[in-house]
């Protein structure tokens, strides 16, 4: 288990370099939850949709304070081990945990991929941006296009 991370951390090392850390803005993929309102009916999903509010969700980190010992899930366990990793590698990498997370998730993707996914996040923010501050005439283009920047974020698994 410790060797797969260092291979990993090394991998990684000779892949980024920390000048050209990613510089991640939004949360990862599987923290994004939309809320979409239709005819006056509220959901929740994780799939984008027209007019959606993105929400990020943080789970909990375990009944710590609530039982006095601590009790949590082998996914937070894998979280915080992580996080711990990112941490220690940071003067190597010059990523904080959050973008050596955003590293990590991508790694996987073509240059091509990861440099559609850099411009993805910069198009969404801005048009996030830009919903909250249209007006009536221009709201449904922007909806549009936030729809449609969102859901080939999704598709690439950036």
């Known amino acids: 288990m410790i060797s797969t991370r260092f291979a990993l951390c090394w991998a990684l090392l000779g892949i980024f370099r920390p000048d050209a850390a990613a510089q991640s803005q939004l949360p990862a993929p599987n923290r994004t939850i939309y809320k979409c309102q239709v005819k006056g009916t509220v959901s929740y999903s994780d799939e984008p949709c027209v007019g959606a509010q993105r929400l990020d969700v943080v789970p909990t980190r375990g009944a710590d304070r609530l039982s006095g010992s601590r009790r949590i899930g082998n996914d937070v366990a ?81």
């Open 78 to 158: 894998n979280e915080i081990r992580s996080e711990q990793f990112a941490h220690a590698v940071k003067p190597l990498t010059g990523m904080s945990p959050s973008q050596f997370a955003t590293a990590t998730r991508r790694h996987h993707l073509d240059a091509a991929s990861q440099s559609e996914c850099r411009q993805l996040e910069a198009a969404i923010l801005t048009s996030e941006q830009a919903e909250r501050s249209a007006g009536a005439g221009m709201m449904e283009s922007i909806r549009q296009d936030l729809f449609s920047l969102r859901k080939r974020y999704k598709k690439l698994r950036c």
